[in-house]
Each structure stands twice: as structure tokens, then as C-alpha cells.
């Protein structure tokens, strides 16, 4: 599965895009926190397949990004 990181989050591991095991998001977030750490820090939400969402259970072909907070104007 895909997982785009943006802005600060990116920054902090030094990857715009990972490759990930599919699951739910509990243990996307848990697998990309063990692996980077520094992401505890940081607060953010998830999009699945361009749908902000707090909970879903994710396919191998699904798209999850990563979206630090922003502020629109």
C-alpha cells in the first residue's frame, strides 16, 4: 500500500512516499511510528484514497496520505 507523507511529516522522515503492509489504520499508524519515532511528535490526519477518515480498513491498493495540520486562506 502507498502512504504519501506532506510537509513537516515528510520532512521529519525523509521520504515522501512509503510502502506499507495493509491492516487498519491502528496498525498503519503504530508500523509507521515504531519505524519513525520522530512522527510521535507531530500531529496529523489520514486520507484514504483522498477521504479524510479516523478509522478504516485498508486494501493493498488503497492510497493513504499523511496530512499534517494546515490552515486555509
Known amino acids: 500500500m502507498k502512504v504519501l507523507l506532506f510537509g513537516v511529516l515528510a520532512?521529519?522522515?525523509g521520504k515522501k512516499e512509503l510502502d506499507m503492509a495493509s491492516g487498519n489504520l491502528a496498525d498503519l499508524q503504530h508500523q509507521?511510528?515504531?519505524t519513525y519515532p520522530r512522527l510521535a511528535d507531530h500531529s496529523f490526519r489520514f486520507a484514504v484514497n483522498q477521504v479524510l477518515?479516523?478509522?478504516a480498513i485498508l486494501k493493498e491498493n488503497d492510497e493513504v496520505a499523511l496530512?499534517?495540520?494546515f490552515a486555509g486562506g
Do not use: A, H
Request: cysteine-free; aromatic content about 0%; overall charge negative.
Open 67 to 69: 496530512l499534517p495540520p
Open 32 to 34: 509507521i511510528q515504531e
Open 11 to 13: 520532512e521529519v522522515t
Open 53 to 55: 477518515v479516523d478509522d
